[in-house]
């Protein structure tokens, strides 16, 4: 007997998965939110790999860049202008916070975490004391869904995967096939050398932060007409988001994005087979066995 | 990383700083954090009475607990303004619990020790209510009074509930909603107390009108991926979405039911919190048709909660306006029934007030009068039910008089 089921037409509903009607739909769905979830972990990612700090603002970076669509929606720019101002708008927060605070915490992983979840309250408590604490809706560029006979399709959770397959390739070609990629990459692997070769570090790694908070910024412009606005908007991301970097390996882009993909899937796929409370738990249960047997992460092979 | 990447700050250098943090620290602690008091205008020769609010500023609760404190400002204001209570002014000193029940415990615990308040009032979550009602009634011996709308089954002696219960919230809705709905139920819910208690009730009034619970399913509260209850629902033919989750999930539920085409297939979303700070949370028209059922909205348009509501909106803005389910309409209502009960008992001692308090009634309020009911600490009131219709409310039933909590009966 499957979990959570109560009478037998509860245990009808979920045998459905196999009806193709309902099959498309779960898969939909499931690529969606990971999709979501690699676009949110992406800028964490980068920020985890290439400096080992592990940001605890980067919910909160996702909340600047909702906001950011909140409010030109609120002056009437239409979503999708905020949407492109979003990264840049939390690029310069994040360059600022950058120069004020997190450059002295490099040397110090621990006070960086410490650090940063001190600037996610403050960002997140002035957010909630300018929304009155309140949730509001903004409009999607594109509502409603395509709808084919029986099944619909979600317009804006489309445009979400194409974007999301955009900005990760992008942004791998950023890190790899560019000269900036290049010293980023010198500088996390030997910052000493990277420096008598005569690369600032200092300023790489303001640009990779900045960059970080960039994607964290395009991330919440992108779904916040899902998930609507509220100051915890980005809080139950970012305990998942960490799971992901830590499930791909800390060393490497591309394993933040394959745990980012691995987390979504299972966070979205689980409920369909059994209770989501369960299931929530169950994400971070596999997650840990995975970790057990590949405590270096899932690509533990990357750059480094 | 590496420790090459910056000097090491000399040693010296470090214990000044840590003097300099740990005064600053220590500095902060001093001038404390999160209590206002309001003191009455000079002038008063008796004493003042004390009153305690204790409720969530700041935190994830903050949009409820700001014009919970708001509302009380302003009932004690009036009350000033007339003269006060018994011939003495009133003392306000609201707590700020910043949606913490260990922090509330201590703030609650500064109240009944230190400011030797006469009655509490606030608490907007159950699990608030819970963790603060032991310090203020057993430990305190202080008079506790609770605005929320809530689970029902609260008992506690001196503790008095003056928001609506699943009785009054469910009695008449269900049987609305078999009729304008139809008879398959589904129940999702957020994983915590009000949800499970909640839906035991509603399952009854359900079943006894001829309607079946095709699904009862609960989510971390928050959950924010919402498909395969979606799916089920779809597939499942059900008719009413009767939806106990709570923000940040509800948004995106209700944003994939309704892509998903529930309400163009004609079937009706439920949800008794709604009011009119909800209304936003989504566009309007991916909540078209959505019923609750609450003791007040603007759209009774009573004359009494017009005034209420345009004076609370013109002391305070509209940011937290005057909403039923936010608990500010059952703070107004606890607040005057409180008053009302000195007044007879000519007294604010616990016993005395209490004893009052059991046939304490108010003429008129925003929906209409209420009353407490004798013996069971909960207050009778007026409900409505209304539909949301382009990013408004409707109301498409009021109740022929006083409903019943039927609480500790």
Redesign the interface.
Known sequence: MIL?I?NA??A???G?LR?P??FV??LF??LA?SAIFVLVVLGLGVIASM???FNFAHGEFVLLGAYTVYVLQQTGVPSWVGMITAPFAVAMVGLLLERLAIQ?F??T?IVAMLGTYAIAMALR?AV?ALL??????V?APL???F?LGEL?I?KWRTVIIIITVIVMVLSWLLLTRTKFGLQVRASLEN??LARASGIS?SRVYAATFTFGAALAGLAGGLMVP???I????G??FLIKSFLAVMLGGVGSFEGSIVGAALVGAT??AL??AI???VA?LLVFVIAIVIVKFRPQGLLSLGRR | ??????D?PLESMERRLFLQRTSLLSGLLALGGGSYLLKPKDGWAAAPIKVGIATDL?G?????G?PNANIAKLVIEEINASGGLIGRPIQLIIEDTATNEQLAVTRVRKLVQRDKVDVVFGGITSSMRNAIKDTIVNRGKTLYIYPQLYEGLECTKYLYCTGPTPAQQCDTFIPWLIKNGGKKFYLPSA?YVWPHVLNKYARKVIEKHGGEV???????V????Y???V??IL??GVNVVFNTTI??GT??FF??LY???FQKKGGRLACVYYDE??L????ANEIEGLASCLDYFKAVNDPFGNALYDKFAKQFGT??PLAAGSAVTGMWRGLNLWAEAVKKANSVKRDDVAKALETAKLEDGPGGPSEIVPGTQHTAMHMYIAVAKAGKYEIVERSPGLVQPGECV
């Open positions: 959570g109560r037409k509860e009808r509903c979920q459905e009806d009607m309902s739909p779960f769905d499931v939110y400096m080992g700090i002295r490099y040397a992983p408590e909630r009155g604490g309140r949730f509001y809706n409009d509502v409603g869904a709808v619909s979600s910052p000493a570090t899902i998930y609507s509220s100051a915890d908007m809080v139950p966070s979205a409920p369909w209770k989501p409370v929530d | 990383m590496s420790e090459e990447k910056q090491k700041t994830p609760i903050g949009y409820a700001v994983d095709i699904g009862e399913e609960y989510f971390p928050d959950h924010n991926e498909s395969a209850v799916n089920k597939s499942s923000p940040p948004p995106v944003k994939q892509e998903a085409g700070n909800t936003n949370i989504t566009p940011k937290n």
